[in-house]
């Protein structure tokens, strides 16, 4: 009997009973009523089904589905009668995933898989008690699971009232107020009066209600520090020594100092904040934008097409303001720019009287697109040059990866790690290095292993990389050392296990990878599991419908569930117009001219890879702000790895070859340098000397972790590099 005759009986009997079902290459996925999980019947469900007839194999494999579906519908209506009770509001989702509300409290529990992996061992009434010990608000009984499980009718409506965030805090510091006892009270008033720069710091939050007022740890000298609203700039003034005596003298006692810094404080923070609104509300009626890009504290930019007028909101613009009126300062502000013509005094003081009017942000160039950064031509490159560099790395690779033990690594990863990163390594298509080499490779390094293993009485470290590269192309030689080696060092946990090994045994170890959310499926074992790949689809419908536009190119945005999908996963559970959709969506973000941190995220590169969408990079060979994104300041060049390995498995061709060229023919030791004499301005700068006693140690250890990511760039540049000429490049 086959897989295939035993599918051919489920379905007719699938539709009878009104069984949502859904193909795929594995076989058949039937889905729960709650739509939170499938039950899938694949090859492993037919192993021990085999002997029997096709249809009696169809029957008891709808039986055991209704079965499973009767006690998660009595499951999940048990923890909604509990959550009722308990007064805890539930936000249900069709991931599995869902929140929970209590009193401003928030959780989570995992409805989907799990809690059909719970029901295969145990009763609904443990697997509900299971449930609810996660969420540590309630515990909850044995006897309550089973009655909340039998209460026959429906369960009604959770709490939809939720507290406003004034209620949470009232209520939590409700709960916390005990903790500050009498006693406490009573050391913490003789701490005030003995310390008095403390006094007076606990003073001025009382008086200005803000937080954000406290020494500066890291000063040479004693500062009291208070950060103004707008939160880019601080008030401070020194508190010890002949300071504090000065500060007696003139203002008489205690209360006389906080009452002038008090004036000061309100003053300065008043004046800056009319000034940067106005500011902003002037720039805003010329039609500029605000450059959304200024964690690196360098002020802000303003500009139509690129950066035009520098403001800087920090220390400078206190110290004028203590001098000038906010519309003196702004006056004098535009003249410099050479604004003076278009805004006048008189239209300054009208805009601090009229409403204040919001400015957009978006990432500006430091200059137009046309006058930045640009990539050599194909035919002004010297190939037989960048071959022989392109060639020296891969070299210096293979030659790291084959020691025994590395004392100074070249590379910022260990070379077996590289295997598993799909951007590094596409198994069964790249030569850089092929399969085979990654098999040699693995085995000597396993033998090594086994005979250290035999000479020493303790078993030395396993590397565990090397065994999942062995499993995954079929070698078991690691599978009973495997399961030897954990159970003994007493490390037969999943956090000991690295995700892809335990993928690679899954069904083989006592917990399994689906109960872990946040575990990412190792793309180099091939297809999504279909437990995994409909919830990675279903996550990305509830988040796409949730997002802004802007927000699909983040990060952390719904693209990355796409980018994590093989394309027979994505054609099997995404329809042909979704798929089309997020299609439409990579070549928006390869036309990008509006916001350059869009190409610092590289799942459109990684979804046009796993769909062969070429056009995708051919948007980004005619776009003209890639070029500036990628090498302005220092964020931009942290991506171009990624970049180049991802746009060459998309399309190797001359786009890529040109940016790959460009990244071998830079200097590394000079990149670094450059690198680490901006980190040590920052970090030797205001820094107390204690906290580097040996900053030379400090100096050479940024250095030897900058050098290693030069030249794991260089490495990705030979790689991108490499692919290009295998694909006909000349």
């Known amino acids: 009997m086959e897989l295939a005759a035993v599918l051919d009986a489920l379905r007719p ?21 709650d739509a939170c999980d499938i039950f899938v019947v694949d090859q492993r469900q037919f192993e021990s089904l085999r002997q029997r007839m096709p249809a009696t194999a169809a029957r008891h494999l709808v039986a055991q589905f209704q079965n499973l579906d009767q006690q998660r519908s009595a499951v999940l209506h048990g923890l909604r009668h509990w959550c009722h009770e308990m007064e805890m509001t539930v936000e249900p989702s069709l991931t599995g995933i869902w929140q929970v509300d209590r009193n401003g409290g928030m959780s989570t529990i995992d409805v989907g898989h799990h809690l059909t992996r719970l029901l ?21 009984s044995r006897s309550e699971a089973k009655r909340l ?14 507290r406003s965030d004034a209620e949470t805090i009232s209520h939590w510091s409700a709960q916390f107020e005990p903790l500050f006892t009498e006693s406490y009270a009573k050391r913490m008033a003789r701490y005030r009066r003995k310390n008095p720069w403390f006094d007076l710091c606990e003073r001025l939050r009382e008086r200005l209600g803000n937080e954000n007022v406290g020494p500066e740890i890291c000063s040479k000298k004693p500062v009291l520090w208070i950060e103004f609203r707008d939160g880019f700039d601080q008030m401070k003034f020194h508190y010890g020594g002949h300071y504090w005596k000065r500060l007696l003298n003139r203002y008489g006692s205690l209360e006389g100092i906080e009452e002038h810094i008090v004036q000061q404080f309100n003053r300065l923070d008043a004046a800056r904040t009319q000034t940067i609104e106005t500011l902003e509300t002037l720039l805003a009626e010329l039609g500029c934008v605000k450059d959304r890009f200024h ?37 004098r502000w535009f003249q410099e720019q050479g604004l003076g013509d278009q805004i006048t005094p008189s239209k300054i003081n009208a805009a601090v009287a009229q409403p204040k009017q919001a400015i957009p942000e978006r990432l500006l160039p430091p200059q137009p697109f046309e006058k930045g950064p640009q990539l050599d031509e194909v035919d002004a490159l010297d190939f037989e040059a960048i071959d022989r560099i392109a060639a020296h790395y891969i070299e210096a690779f293979r030659e790291e990866a084959q020691l025994e033990k590395v004392r100074r690594p070249l590379f910022t990863l260990p070379p077996m790690s590289f295997w598993e990163l799909p951007q590094w390594f596409a198994r069964g298509h790249d030569t850089w290095v092929d399969d085979a080499w990654w098999i040699d490779q693995a085995r000597t390094h396993w033998d090594r292993w086994e005979v250290e293993s035999k000479r020493r009485k303790r078993q030395p470290p396993l590397d565990q990389m090397v065994a999942f590269i062995l499993l995954a192309y079929g070698d078991d030689k690691p599978r009973e050392a495997l399961a030897d080696y954990y159970p003994e060092g007493s490390f037969y946990h999943p956090e000991a296990i690295d995700d892809g090994l335990s993928w690679a045994m899954e069904g083989e170890l006592p917990w399994s990878m689906f109960d872990y959310d946040e575990s990412i499926f190792p ?18 419908r509830e988040e796409q419908r949730q997002a802004e536009p802007r927000e699909l190119f983040d990060e952390d945005g719904p693209l990355r569930l796409i980018a994590a999908l093989d394309s027979v996963s994505a054609h099997e559970w995404m329809t042909p117009t979704e798929i089309a959709a997020v299609h439409q969506v990579c070549l928006q973000w390869a036309s990008a001219t509006d916001d350059m941190t869009r190409f610092w995220f590289h799942a459109p590169l990684q979804i046009a890879a796993n769909f062969g969408w070429r056009d995708v990079v051919e948007r980004l060979a005619q776009n003209p702000s890639v070029a500036t994104s990628l090498t302005t300041g220092v964020l931009g060049r942290w991506y171009h790895a990624d970049f180049v390995l991802w746009g060459s498995l998309v399309l190797p061709g001359s786009y890529i070859a040109r940016w790959s060229a460009r990244l071998l023919l830079r200097d590394e030791e000079a990149e670094a340098a450059a690198e680490v004499q901006r980190i040590q301005k920052d970090l030797f700068q205001v820094s107390n000397r204690k906290l580097f006693p040996n900053p030379e140690e400090t100096l050479q250890t940024l250095m030897e972790g900058q050098t290693r990511g030069q030249r794991q760039q260089k490495l990705a540049a030979a790689v991108a590099w490499h692919r290009c000429r295998e694909a006909g490049l000349r």
């Not at 859904?22 to 039937?30: A, F, H, I, S, Y």
């Not at 930019?301 to 007028?309: A, D, I, L, R």
């Not at 180099?524 to 990675?536: E, M, T």
């Open 295 to 331: 964690w690196n504290r360098s002020g802000w930019w303003y500009g139509t097409t690129h950066q035009q007028f520098h403001f800087d909101p920090r220390t400078s613009l206190t110290r004028r303001l203590y001098r000038h009126a906010p519309v003196d300062f702004l006056s």
């Open 120 to 140: 295969q061992r145990r009763s609904p009434a443990e697997a509900l008690q299971t449930l609810a010990q996660g969420l540590h608000f309630e515990k909850l």
């Open 523 to 540: 793309v180099q074992l091939g297809k999504l599991p279909p437990i995994l790949a409909r919830k990675r689809v279903t996550e990305f």
């Open 149 to 162: 499980i039998e209460i026959p009718e429906a369960p009604q409506q959770t709490p939809v009232h939720k």
């Open 13 to 33: 009997l699938a539709d009878k009973s009104s069984v949502r079902c859904q193909e795929v290459l594995e076989g058949l996925c039937l889905e729960f009523t």
